[in-house]
């Protein structure tokens, strides 16, 4: 059974108008029927730009967003529908590294306050007592030594040391922010970490040192992972499932080497072909799709397939009245558990039919 | 490199920045480069390497106070060379807008929230070209639509916020370009954007150069985006060039240690899944000084005492001509071959 499953998820927050009177005039739809699952022990990665809502899915997830519909599955239990107080408890299990270290650790609190409270919060560490409540000063101290314990064992695996404890976000780099931000998911014990932009407020030595992390604790303590980033080449370095997201829904979804091989969404080929890649002959050689205009208002998406207002292989009207569903390819058995959501996926791939010249802004084919 | 005279040489630029009660900062500790008409020149460093001073410092536009800038900055001219650098401020502002133009990384903070695009452009036009009235904004319009913002006319009334990312950059850029600069900078001009949006501006820029035969500086931390666009490239590490190249040679064959290890640090999309990165350790805080010896070295997994004794030379590397690098203990390709992945645990160890 997968850890984490999302069925149907939408989230939708009202554009309201009006000073007396309060009116909703419509509705930003940033996450719009996304259906996902993410296996224990694995990284299913969450790419694209800005504004297609992989940030709020994330944080819908951990219900610090409210949820419009649709449920989330996890370990069994539907996060969707618990009150506030189960759903504090659950979040034990399910924490979450965001992307600005500097922003989401509290400036005042030292690394030690920071790594404890969440342990107090949830009541871990101290004997168990048998149900008899905790009492006088002697088990504080218990509490307090063995919390202490873990929060230093948290610190030690994320390259910090005990001397962290006593100092302040501001004192550390940019780099050890972000470790003490993985550390304090990490103190909890939790099954899934959400990594909202793990990286990409970090110098890229620094970016890799990070990554290589990530990893390492994932083999070490059974981690799973959903990461949400906007770098292509990040998300296909550490995932090993990639879902591609555009407009509030998800357009392409694949192991992450097939994403590479054969993409087959028309975005997600433009957005690979996008991605800078560090070697000037590769850079030379490749196939450019630069998209025309911009990403269009998800307070009124296309209709149809949102893409559609920027595909090149755009076709009939289909294209623009019906939104297609993420399927698996028919007639196309190598193509394995990948799914797309485009109607012209199949001959697409074929080559049946090729992009058009004026759609795309300009196809520029290597020398 | 060709042979004709460089449209700008910059030699053994430093900006030192002094506080009082503070040790002096050397930002740029002696940093020499040339840029040459229709082509792309790249800084890249990471954060605090003095790229983006560099910039600055070319532009004039670092405050008078508590900074000196040293070294040369020679403009070539019709009229005969100046150096940028001993300009008077009045001069500097003529050459500012009509033969250096600068665009910098996050476009809604260098565009003025309360004036509409149009006069933002308009009064570039009219400073430096003399246009006005119906002309400058015919031109504005021409300027917008080149650059591909659809329906310029309209966009000329609007406010940037009412532009996206991407529109908002090539606002910037129509400004830059429209007196044609013979020399022009980017500061991370697509840091801010996403890489679609990014790919087009690329793009944009490289149909600049190519058909303007604007020379450009490009300043990034984005390997990738080097490759693509660079002809010639710096690699600079805290404040002095580490490394020059020309693209094909720095990405075929990196010498300096510090530029091998941001290659090994970068996810690459075509690599194969599982291959592990094998990033620079520490980070940038834990230098040393030029002066006292390589400043890489506290990062290096090759160095030598050698490297701690003086401040190593740009020398040419074996393969000699315009390749050059500042090591004195460079590695051999094979060894840089059988390189193990560093440690993760010990990066960026703690400091007492």
């Known amino acids: ?367 | 490199m060709s042979s004709s005279t460089p449209l700008l040489s910059v030699d053994e630029l430093s900006v030192v920045f002094r506080r009082r009660g503070a040790d002096e900062t050397r930002a740029v500790d002696g940093v020499s480069f040339t840029l040459e008409e229709g082509r792309v020149t790249g800084l890249v460093g990471e954060s605090g390497c003095g790229k983006s001073v560099t910039s600055l410092a070319l532009m004039g536009l670092l405050p008078d106070r508590g900074v000196s800038v040293g070294g040369s900055a020679v403009l070539r001219l019709p009229d005969g060379d100046v150096d940028l650098l001993a300009l008077s401020q009045k001069r500097m502002r003529d050459l500012r807008g009509s033969r250096l133009a600068m665009i910098f990384q996050d476009p809604l903070s260098s565009l003025n929230p309360v004036v509409p695009i149009g006069r933002q452009v308009t009064e570039i036009l009219t400073r430096h070209r003399g246009l006005s009235g119906g002309r400058a904004r015919r031109e504005a319009a021409d300027l917008l639509y080149r650059v591909g913002i659809p329906d310029p006319t309209r966009r000329l009334r609007e406010y940037p916020h009412q532009l996206s990312g991407g529109m908002r950059q090539r606002a910037l850029i129509a400004m830059a370009v429209a007196c044609r600069p013979r020399l022009m900078i980017a500061d991370e001009p697509t840091t801010a954007l996403d890489v679609t949006i990014q790919a087009q501006i690329l793009e944009l820029l490289r149909d600049l150069v190519v058909e303007e035969g604007t020379a450009l500086l490009m300043i990034t931390h984005d390997l990738g985006v080097v490759a693509g666009l660079c002809d010639d490239i710096n690699v600079l590490y805290a404040g002095r060039a580490v490394e020059r190249a020309p693209r094909s040679r720095l990405f075929a064959d990196p010498t300096h240690p510090y530029t091998v290890g941001l290659l090994g640090s970068i996810p690459r999309l075509d690599a194969p899944r599982g291959e592990a990165l094998t990033p620079v350790r520490g980070s940038v805080n834990d230098n040393i000084a030029w002066a006292d010896g390589c400043a890489f070295a506290p990062r290096c997994d090759h160095y030598a005492t050698a490297c701690l004794q003086g401040p190593p030379a740009l020398v040419p590397t074996e393969d000699g001509g315009d390749h050059v690098h500042r090591c004195v203990n460079p590695r051999a390709d094979a060894e840089a071959a059988d390189e193990e992945p560093g440690g993760a645990a010990e990066d960026e160890e703690e400091r007492a």
Request: glycine letters at 10%; one cysteine or more; proline letters at 6%.
């Open chain 1, 1 to 367: 059974m997968s850890l984490l499953r999302i069925e149907d998820l939408k989230v939708h927050f009202p554009i309201r108008q009006g000073v007396v009177i309060d009116r909703t005039i419509g509705h930003v739809r940033a996450v719009d029927g996304v259906s996902l699952a993410v296996e224990r022990g694995q990284t299913y990665g969450l790419v694209g730009e800005s504004g297609c809502g992989k940030t709020t899915l994330g944080r819908a997830v951990l219900r610090l967003t409210d949820i419009t519909g649709g449920a989330v599955w996890f370990d069994g239990r539907d996060l969707a529908g618990l009150d506030a107080r189960s759903m504090r408890r659950e979040r034990r299990r399910l924490q979450m590294v965001f992307q600005d270290p500097l922003g989401s650790l509290n400036p005042r609190q030292n690394v030690g306050s920071i790594l404890m409270e969440g342990l107090r919060t949830h009541g871990i560490g101290g004997p168990d007592r048998g149900g008899e409540a905790p009492r006088g000063r002697e088990h504080r101290t218990l509490v307090l030594h063995e919390q202490r314990g873990r929060v230093v064992q948290a610190l030690e695996r994320v390259g910090l040391s005990a001397k962290a404890l006593t100092r302040y976000p501001h004192e550390f780099s940019g780099g050890q922010r972000q470790r003490i931000g993985i550390a304090r998911a990490l103190v909890l014990e939790p099954d899934l970490i959400i990594c909202d932009e793990p990286v990409s407020a970090l110098d890229v030595s620094i970016q890799a040192q990070v990554l290589n992390l990530l990893e390492e604790l994932q083999g070490e303590l059974g981690l799973t992972y959903l990461v949400i980033a906007h770098d292509l080449a990040v998300v296909r370095h550490v995932s090993d499932v990639v879902g591609v997201m555009y407009l509030g829904g998800l357009v392409e979804e694949a192991d992450s080497d097939d994403l590479y091989r054969t993409p087959l969404h028309p975005y997600t080929r433009s957005l690979m072909s996008a991605v800078p890649v560090p070697d000037p002959e590769v850079e030379d050689a490749r196939e450019r799709i630069l998209l025309a205009g911009d990403l269009p208002s998800p307070a009124d998406p296309p209709s149809g397939c949102r893409f559609h207002t920027r595909c090149p292989w755009r076709q009939d009207e289909r294209c623009a009245t019906e939104r297609p569903e993420l399927r698996r390819l028919e007639g196309v058995p190598e193509t394995g558990t990948h799914r797309v959501a485009c109607h012209h996926a199949e001959r697409i791939l074929s080559g049946q039919i090729q992009p058009s010249e004026e759609r795309a802004e300009r196809i520029v084919h290597g020398a």
